[in-house]
Nanobody, 118 residues
């Protein structure tokens, strides 16, 4: 099973940008897709963006389309989430996830806090 470590979170003002990184180690060869989820206090964990292994297909939640970009560097076993035009409602803990099972996201990182001030 792969291990995932996120970085890049922090505090930013509304309208600013952050780039999150997720480095995968261990058994990564079976990974089908990578994704970024977020969870705000009192809310469910929601999928924000995802990318398949080849990088040729991506998914974005409606709330982040046009502002966030997911990308991957397979040579570095790293997935990125570039977040632009951040809003206070983007404040959450962001989690990186990997999918080696078609039916579920089966590997999770520890999360990184993103806080957007008004």
């Amino acid at each position: 099973q792969a291990q995932l470590v996120e970085s890049g979170g922090g505090l930013v003002q509304a309208g600013g940008s952050l780039r999150l990184s997720c480095v995968a180690s261990g058994r990564t060869f079976g990974t089908i897709a990578m994704g970024w989820f977020r969870q705000a206090p009192g809310k469910e964990r929601d999928l924000v963006a995802a990318i398949i292994r080849s990088g040729t297909s991506t998914y974005y939640a409606d709330s982040v389309k046009g502002r966030f970009t997911i990308s991957r560097d397979n040579a570095k076993n790293t997935v990125y989430l570039q977040m632009n035009s951040l809003k206070p409602e983007d404040t959450a803990v962001y989690y990186c996830a990997a999918r080696s099972d078609p039916s579920k996201w089966d590997t999770w990182g520890q999360g990184t806090q993103v806080t957007v001030s008004p």
